[in-house]
């Protein structure tokens, strides 16, 4: 069993190398809830508004730098978070519930990102210039000023990252709201990124969102907001920010489909993939699978060895090497995803608990969850219309193509899909008729999508693209100068 924690991690304001006093909350240990292994401040409107003013002090020195020179500091501060990495993720793994291998993915991520968007960031000050008989006009990117990140729970360094990365080469300040559920990591991971950085360029204000992030999305000195987060959440950001006509990208939920064709050869490969597009990080990632639909043909055979597949889970704290998977992260998510389960069987589906507990695992103490698979379930049904954001999965059967196109289409959700087949052409033709941001061909897991493509959600799931340039863009205003003093086209008389 995992030692017991050598320290207690806290969790401050960062911002301009100064103290900003604040009362605390706990954060605990979701496979064991009685121990504390941290505790975050509590910060509140003042120190936003302090925070706000030093971010905006460092928006002049830091969008004035060219893109090769914010390349080059943050090439510098991708180095020193290659420091002390596993004790970040130890401690990740301690706060956040997900088994040791993910937390050391979650943080590893952080430096590769940050080296990303540092190669291109020399690209930013690239202007596009067109001449014609009229004149010239000149199209470049600017800084949009003081930027609020806010972050999840679930991925909290990467997903942080994915987004900071951008905001800071495109010559914009960040100010980060961590997640209460997970805030310790990422502020220390943070803390460092800042120290490697010119003063205000990296802000840290941990606190409840209802305080610290209502407080940030409506400040009228930010510029930019980039939230990651429930749908829900998402509109109340979209209503604090409107005040200020704040410009804001989203990156929501989903209700994530998997379609698998009946010409998809059912083999060890296949179905380990599925396995582990459902459950990493105990089904709470984004754009996990969240329903599968199965042609008829196959479907049988396929519940068969998913079944057998994911019977293999075992579940335990996530510091144990022999856990597959962790706890579920806070007592909310539990109660959410118990009650779904509960409501689904009383509707009569057939839930099947699989996989087992780890040997030693203080079950009755934590918030962890046997995987599960669910079928002989309605396509309306909770389970089905709903992100669970849990370790469970519905399995639904379908005759043919049109069917399976119309019920993944049916949602209010539209980020990521798969289609399953040994025809890539036909799932190609397949995914062009599913309305999600990103459609997948035999994967669906955390690196299918990379930054060489776009990643966003439509409909409720989002607004925004994010990766690569698309991802700077989202974080600079576009100016157009222009010289074209022969107006001979425009209309009117040539004496008004």
């Given at each position: 069993m995992p030692s017991a924690p050598e320290k207690t991690w806290t969790a401050q304001v960062v911002s301009a190398g100064r103290t900003y006093p604040t009362d605390t909350a706990p954060v605990v240990n979701p496979a064991r809830t009685g121990e504390i292994v941290g505790t975050y401040a509590l910060a509140g409107p003042r120190i936003v508004a302090e925070v706000v003013?030093?971010?905006?002090?460092?928006?002049?020195?830091?969008?004035?730098?060219?893109?090769?020179?914010?390349?080059r500091l943050l090439h510098t501060a991708a180095d020193a978070l290659e420091r002390d990495l596993a004790t970040r993720?130890?401690?990740?793994?301690?706060?956040?519930?997900?088994?040791?291998w993910e937390s050391r993915l979650d943080l590893g991520g952080g430096p590769r990102l940050l080296r990303y968007y540092a190669d291109i960031a020399p690209?930013?000050?690239?202007?596009?210039?067109?001449?014609?008989?009229?004149?010239?006009?000149?199209?470049?990117?600017?800084?949009?000023?003081?930027?609020v990140v806010i972050v999840p729970w679930n991925y909290p360094v990467y997903l942080c990252m994915m987004v900071l990365a951008p905001a800071l080469a495109a010559g914009n300040p960040v100010i980060v709201k961590p997640s209460e559920f997970a805030p310790l990591a990422l502020t220390e991971t943070l803390a460092m990124l800042a120290s490697a950085l010119p003063d205000g360029v990296v802000n840290v204000v941990p606190g409840l969102g209802g305080e610290a992030g209502a407080a940030l999305v409506s400040h009228p000195g930010v510029r930019k907001v980039l939230f990651t987060g429930?749908?829900?959440?998402?509109?109340?950001?979209?209503?604090?920010?409107?005040?200020n006509i704040t410009s804001v990208s989203l990156e929501l939920g989903g209700n994530?489909?998997?379609?698998?064709?009946?010409?998809a050869v059912l083999d060890d490969r296949l179905i380990r993939e599925?396995?582990?597009?459902?459950?990493?990080?105990?089904?709470?990632?984004?754009?996990?699978?969240?329903?599968?639909?199965?042609q008829r043909g196959v479907y049988d055979e396929f519940v068969d060895k998913f079944r057998q597949a994911v019977d293999e889970i075992v579940v335990g704290d996530g510091l144990d090497p022999a856990s597959t998977t962790g706890p579920l992260n806070n007592k909310k998510q539990f109660d959410s995803v118990t009650a779904l389960l509960d409501s689904t069987r009383k509707d009569g589906a057939q839930v099947d608990v699989l996989g087992r507990a780890l040997d030693g695992t203080d079950w009755d103490?934590?918030?962890?969850?046997?995987?599960?698979?669910?079928?002989?379930?309605?396509?309306d049904s909770d389970l089905v219309s709903r992100e669970q954001f849990g370790p469970t999965v519905p399995v639904v059967p379908f005759d043919d193509v049109e069917d399976a196109v119309r019920m993944?289409?049916?949602?209010?959700?539209?980020?990521?899909?798969?289609?399953w087949s040994e025809d890539p052409e036909h799932a190609l033709t397949v995914g062009r008729r599913i309305a999600a941001g990103s459609v997948f061909v035999n994967s669906h897991r955390v690196g299918s999508s990379d930054m060489t493509m776009p990643f966003g959600g439509m409909k409720q799931s989002g607004l925004g693209r994010n990766h690569g340039m698309w991802a700077i863009d989202e974080c600079s205003e576009l100016q157009a100068l222009s010289h074209r003093p022969d107006t001979s086209a425009f209309p009117g008389p040539a004496t008004w």
């Amino acid at each position: 069993m995992p030692s017991a924690p050598e320290k207690t991690w806290t969790a401050q304001v960062v911002s301009a190398g100064r103290t900003y006093p604040t009362d605390t909350a706990p954060v605990v240990n979701p496979a064991r809830t009685g121990e504390i292994v941290g505790t975050y401040a509590l910060a509140g409107p003042r120190i936003v508004a302090e925070v706000v003013r030093n971010a905006q002090d460092a928006a002049v020195t830091w969008g004035s730098l060219t893109g090769a020179q914010r390349g080059r500091l943050l090439h510098t501060a991708a180095d020193a978070l290659e420091r002390d990495l596993a004790t970040r993720a130890e401690l990740l793994t301690r706060e956040q519930g997900k088994v040791l291998w993910e937390s050391r993915l979650d943080l590893g991520g952080g430096p590769r990102l940050l080296r990303y968007y540092a190669d291109i960031a020399p690209a930013v000050d690239e202007e596009t210039v067109v001449r014609d008989e009229r004149g010239t006009t000149v199209i470049r990117r600017l800084p949009m000023g003081p930027t609020v990140v806010i972050v999840p729970w679930n991925y909290p360094v990467y997903l942080c990252m994915m987004v900071l990365a951008p905001a800071l080469a495109a010559g914009n300040p960040v100010i980060v709201k961590p997640s209460e559920f997970a805030p310790l990591a990422l502020t220390e991971t943070l803390a460092m990124l800042a120290s490697a950085l010119p003063d205000g360029v990296v802000n840290v204000v941990p606190g409840l969102g209802g305080e610290a992030g209502a407080a940030l999305v409506s400040h009228p000195g930010v510029r930019k907001v980039l939230f990651t987060g429930g749908t829900e959440s998402g509109r109340a950001v979209l209503r604090g920010a409107a005040q200020n006509i704040t410009s804001v990208s989203l990156e929501l939920g989903g209700n994530d489909p998997a379609i698998v064709l009946d010409s998809a050869v059912l083999d060890d490969r296949l179905i380990r993939e599925i396995r582990r597009s459902v459950y990493t990080c105990t089904g709470q990632v984004c754009f996990n699978i969240k329903r599968l639909y199965v042609q008829r043909g196959v479907y049988d055979e396929f519940v068969d060895k998913f079944r057998q597949a994911v019977d293999e889970i075992v579940v335990g704290d996530g510091l144990d090497p022999a856990s597959t998977t962790g706890p579920l992260n806070n007592k909310k998510q539990f109660d959410s995803v118990t009650a779904l389960l509960d409501s689904t069987r009383k509707d009569g589906a057939q839930v099947d608990v699989l996989g087992r507990a780890l040997d030693g695992t203080d079950w009755d103490n934590g918030y962890f969850m046997l995987p599960s698979v669910v079928t002989g379930i309605p396509h309306d049904s909770d389970l089905v219309s709903r992100e669970q954001f849990g370790p469970t999965v519905p399995v639904v059967p379908f005759d043919d193509v049109e069917d399976a196109v119309r019920m993944a289409n049916d949602t209010e959700f539209g980020l990521a899909a798969s289609v399953w087949s040994e025809d890539p052409e036909h799932a190609l033709t397949v995914g062009r008729r599913i309305a999600a941001g990103s459609v997948f061909v035999n994967s669906h897991r955390v690196g299918s999508s990379d930054m060489t493509m776009p990643f966003g959600g439509m409909k409720q799931s989002g607004l925004g693209r994010n990766h690569g340039m698309w991802a700077i863009d989202e974080c600079s205003e576009l100016q157009a100068l222009s010289h074209r003093p022969d107006t001979s086209a425009f209309p009117g008389p040539a004496t008004w």
